[in-house]
């Protein structure tokens, strides 16, 4: 009969939640079905720049279902795979051929020296006399698979506790009254928005600090890049989660909403920040990606850490999380005035 | 002219007199969706007056607070504090605020506490630390400065949230419920302070549900359903509904009140 009490009491009340309600029926099948297309996109063909290529090797490469582009010169090639158009350049002169492969994502260097080693054999025996030398652009080959998702992790770990923590505590401010309290002052709303970016962002530099050293000095995660834009990209990006997370945070009564913003808001972007490749999605589907502060920092961290992009290669990804902040930052700003109409 | 006080009379002196004048509220109106929560208030309150708003929960007393402070703006009607129209960001660095809740950090110490509102309001260094000692005193909170507030009884967090309201001394008081959970003696000491403040000119806008308050205020507006039914000294409200105590003055002013 207790129980019975109990069991009804949990019913009462989940009934009455709506939002909690729909959060535990339709949330899993929405993810379900994001990872479905995430996951189900076909799979990357690598693309293979190739230079004065014997006609019947290229034709061999091709049927391996390999993306193939000639190149005039090896100068012009090398700069392609340099800028991340191709995976791998393919040289070839008089009996000697060289294969480069850029090296930064081990998922791809694999596919390349499949496909090479699949159109070796499909040749005769007498061509397979062909046998491309091997060099990496970047890691020397020695790019694991920790350095090529370890540091999109970095900036991941960093968004979701920052957004949790910043999020929890706006919304503390606001269920305690306190948030009343600060607003009974002549305190203006955009000045409370400030302070709490000043104040969290002072331990979002700490935090950024000691995941990318533990990262780079204790578990050797791979840096070609410079450390200080690292920590610079971190920085905007735990900039991003903080007026977020407290943007949101104006949307939960209580610490259990929140929390559910986690599957609605933190785990997509996971999606989209390159540990799975975004190259084979369709398109509706990236320009998703294209909306999520995350896409851009994991891009920015993978460009600094693997292939030592500078700010020059950078400043767009900048740009983009710096934009993100200023934008939630002013929707708290108005979403104060449900407080305070001044 | 037979009526002294009629509403016209009183709205058009309030301009001339507006110097001892603290609080002027004037058909003021706010629905929250389609209820209405108060509906055509007025009031004024004096310059030193303690001015209290009696009535039951949910009859619209935190609202009318938060309008007169400017957490929230009226639907209709005008309300002039000090002189100024709410709602005034200046305006707030002359208000005194103690909510119904206790808006308190938990993590920090009382002084912390005291010190980050001051600060907000402006208060530095060598006066800041003036402040907060001569008002711990005064709340005799001064033993218990350095805990941090979440080890706080329920009275001590009213005694420190009345701290942190008069830490830069106000013009104008508002209290919203302030000694719920206090004993009687700190109660006591409480309006006792209320009254010296008074009489240096601090206007007190008290709401409250306890009758022995109410007798301690100059005037009363008796709050209902969102309506004042009644304005005036308690002895002239006990005297105008013929009761003996101010307990049965409000039960036969309610009572009037329904529609």
Same mark, same amino acid.
């Given at each position: 009969?207790?129980?019975?009490?109990?069991?009804?009491?949990?019913i009462r009340q989940f009934l009455k939640d709506r939002r909690?309600?729909?959060?535990?029926?339709?949330?899993?099948?929405?993810?379900?079905?994001l990872m479905k297309f995430v996951l189900d996109s076909p799979p990357v063909s690598p693309k293979i720049g190739t230079v004065h290529l014997p006609r019947e090797i290229a034709a061999a490469l091709g049927q391996t279902g390999a993306d193939m582009a000639s190149y005039g010169d090896s100068g012009e090639a090398m700069e392609a795979l340099r800028g991340g158009k191709l995976d791998a350049v393919l040289v070839a002169a008089d009996a000697h051929?060289?294969?480069?492969?850029?090296?930064?994502?081990?998922?791809?260097s694999r596919a390349v020296l499949a496909v090479v080693q699949q159109a070796m054999q499909a040749l005769n025996p007498a061509a397979g006399q062909l046998r491309p030398s091997i060099r990496y652009l970047r890691g020397n080959g020695g790019t694991d698979t920790f350095d090529y998702y370890g540091c999109v992790l970095v900036g991941f770990i960093s968004f979701f506790f920052v957004f949790l923590v910043a999020g929890v505590s706006f919304?503390?401010?606001?269920?305690?009254?306190?948030?009343?309290?600060?607003?009974?002052?002549?305190l203006r709303r955009g000045e409370v928005v400030a302070g709490y970016l000043l104040g969290f962002g002072l331990f979002t530099i700490v935090q950024a600090t000691l995941i990318i050293g533990f990262a780079i000095g204790v578990l050797g995660i791979a840096l070609e890049g410079s450390v200080a834009l690292v920590l610079l990209m971190n920085l905007l990006l735990a900039l991003a989660a903080?007026?977020?997370?407290?943007?949101?945070?104006?949307?939960?009564?209580?610490?259990?909403?929140?929390?559910?913003?986690?599957?609605? %808001?933190?785990?997509?972007?996971?999606?989209?920040? @390159?540990?799975?490749? &975004?190259? +084979?999605?369709?398109?509706? /589907?990236?320009?998703?990606?294209?909306?999520?502060?995350?896409?851009?920092?994991?891009?920015?961290?993978?460009?600094?850490?693997?292939?030592?992009?500078?700010?020059?290669? %950078?400043?767009?990804?900048?740009?983009?999380?710096? @934009?993100?902040?200023? &934008?939630? +930052?002013?929707?708290?700003? /108005?979403?104060?005035?449900?407080?305070r109409r001044i | 002219m037979s009526s002294v006080l009629s509403p016209s009379s009183s709205s058009s002196?309030?301009?001339?007199?507006?110097?001892?004048?603290?609080?002027?509220?004037?058909?003021?109106?706010?629905?929250?969706?389609?209820?209405?929560?108060?509906?055509?208030?007025?009031?004024?309150?004096?310059?030193?007056?303690?001015?209290?708003?009696?009535?039951?929960s949910g009859s619209g007393k935190t609202t009318l607070v938060r309008l007169v402070i400017g957490l929230d703006v009226p639907d209709r009607g005008d309300i002039r504090l000090l002189g100024e129209r709410v709602p005034s960001l200046s305006l707030l660095r002359r208000i005194g605020y103690m909510a119904q809740s206790d808006a308190l950090y938990g993590e920090l110490t009382g002084r912390e506490n005291i010190a980050f509102f001051a600060a907000l309001l402006g208060l530095r260094g060598?006066?800041?630390?003036?402040?907060?000692?001569?008002?711990?005193?005064?709340?005799?909170?001064?033993?218990h400065l350095?805990?941090?507030?979440?080890?706080?009884?329920?009275?001590?967090?009213?005694?420190?949230?009345?701290?942190?309201?008069?830490?830069?001394?106000?013009?104008?008081?508002?209290?919203?419920?302030?000694?719920?959970?206090?004993?009687?003696?700190?109660?006591?000491?409480?309006?006792?302070?209320?009254?010296?403040?008074?009489?240096?000119?601090?206007?007190?806008?008290?709401t409250t549900h306890v009758m022995d308050e109410a007798e301690k205020c100059d005037r009363l507006a008796m709050i209902r359903d969102g309506r004042v039914t009644a304005v005036g000294t308690p002895d002239e409200l006990k005297a105008a509904s013929g009761s003996s105590t101010m307990e049965d003055a409000f039960v036969a002013y309610g009572k009037g009140g329904r529609p």
């Open positions: 009969m207790r129980i019975r009490a109990l069991t009804v009491r949990i909690t309600l729909a959060l535990l029926l339709i949330a899993p099948l929405l993810l379900l079905t051929a060289e294969l480069v492969l850029e090296g930064s994502n081990p998922a791809r919304l503390r401010e606001r269920t305690t009254g306190t948030l009343q309290r600060l607003l009974a002052t002549p903080l007026t977020l997370g407290t943007l949101l945070s104006a949307y939960a009564q209580n610490e259990f909403q929140m929390f559910q913003f986690i599957p609605l %808001v933190v785990v997509p972007q996971i999606f989209f920040c @390159g540990l799975v490749d &975004l190259d +084979a999605m369709p398109t509706w /589907l990236r320009t998703i990606g294209n909306i999520l502060p995350l896409y851009y920092g994991a891009d920015a961290l993978r460009g600094i850490m693997l292939r030592a992009a500078g700010w020059k290669d %950078v400043w767009p990804d900048a740009l983009a999380l710096a @934009g993100f902040s200023a &934008l939630f +930052a002013g929707l708290n700003v /108005l979403a104060l005035r449900k407080h | 002196s309030s301009s001339s007199s507006s110097v001892h004048l603290s609080l002027d509220v004037a058909g003021v109106s706010r629905s929250f969706g389609k209820r209405p929560v108060l509906e055509n208030i007025s009031l004024s309150v004096g310059r030193g007056e303690i001015f209290g708003l009696l009535g039951p060598r006066e800041l630390k003036r402040r907060i000692e001569e008002k711990a005193e005064l709340v005799q909170l001064s033993d350095h805990k941090p507030v979440r080890l706080y009884s329920g009275g001590m967090k009213r005694r420190l949230s009345l701290a942190v309201a008069l830490v830069h001394e106000p013009e104008l008081l508002v209290l919203d419920e302030p000694t719920v959970g206090i004993d009687p003696v700190l109660r006591k000491s409480i309006w006792e302070e209320l009254d010296r403040l008074r009489v240096r000119g601090v206007t007190i806008l008290v």
